[in-house]
């Protein structure tokens, strides 16, 4: 089984600041790594991906993720945040190959400050 | 793009009462989940749905629940008896393999309340 910790309930950052938001997991199989984010009222929207290869991955938004398997994290982060990024944040992981069972983080909201 | 219907957005109910709700998904997509998020917690696998049977179910996913797909476009959850600690968001999702590769596609979700 995977679990996925993210440790930041909450993240304020002023408008054009960058952010990062970290995420960690644990996993005796290896596995696949998303981010989802949550606006109000909203469902969940993928942001990005991560399956195997390059462990830098680009998404929508202007989100990127670094994948570090010696560390077992996915922090996603992006250089400059906008009003519009307000929003809660979820990392999830799945097992990889033929498994659909995702599992998610505690998720972290991000506040955006004018 | 195709989207995860869901209805209605919110329902009320009182404690022991029967609630169904509903999810169209993707319409070429085979797989189907349903997941919960209750307030202030993570979001939660309850059950996973392939070729009309369910083919995987969490702990929380108790007798009281049950899944159907009733006809070639509806999802549906049902809860038979309704307590308080199933008040929660309630999401559909849908997928087109079973690969991890394959990211789901969640709905708006459904905001069940029980009084």
């Known amino acids: 089984a995977q679990s996925v910790t993210q440790l930041d309930s909450q993240v304020p950052v002023f408008e054009e600041a960058p952010v990062e938001l970290r995420c960690n997991y644990s996993?005796?199989?290896?596995?696949?790594l998303f981010w989802y984010v949550q606006y109000p009222n909203q469902g969940l929207q993928l942001l990005l991906k991560y399956l195997s290869g390059s462990t830098l991955v680009k998404g929508i938004n202007g989100f990127e993720a670094e994948f570090n398997k010696s560390q077992t994290s996915f922090h996603l982060r992006k250089p400059s945040v906008h009003i519009s990024d307000t929003a809660e944040y979820f990392c999830a992981a799945t097992r990889s190959g033929g498994y659909q069972k995702v599992t998610f983080g505690t998720g972290t909201k991000l506040q955006v400050i004018p | 793009e195709p989207e995860v219907t869901q209805t209605p957005s919110h329902q009320v109910t009182q404690m022991g009462q029967e609630v169904i709700l509903r999810c169209v998904p993707i319409?070429?997509?085979?797989?189907f989940y349903w997941y919960r998020q209750i307030l202030g917690q993570k979001v939660e696998f309850l059950v996973s749905?392939?070729?009309?049977?369910?083919?995987?179910k969490s702990e929380i996913f108790d007798d009281q629940f049950s899944v159907e797909r009733p006809d070639g476009s509806n999802f549906t959850l049902k809860i038979r008896s309704t307590k308080l600690e199933d008040s929660a968001m309630y999401f559909c999702?849908?997928?087109?393999?079973?690969?991890?590769?394959?990211?789901?596609?969640f709905g708006n979700g459904t905001r069940l309340t029980v009084t």
């Open positions: 319409s070429n997509h085979l797989y």
């Open positions: 996993s005796s199989v290896s596995v696949y």
């Open positions: 749905f392939y070729n009309n049977e369910i083919s995987e």
């Open positions: 999702a849908s997928s087109a393999t079973t690969e991890g590769s394959s990211p789901l596609h």
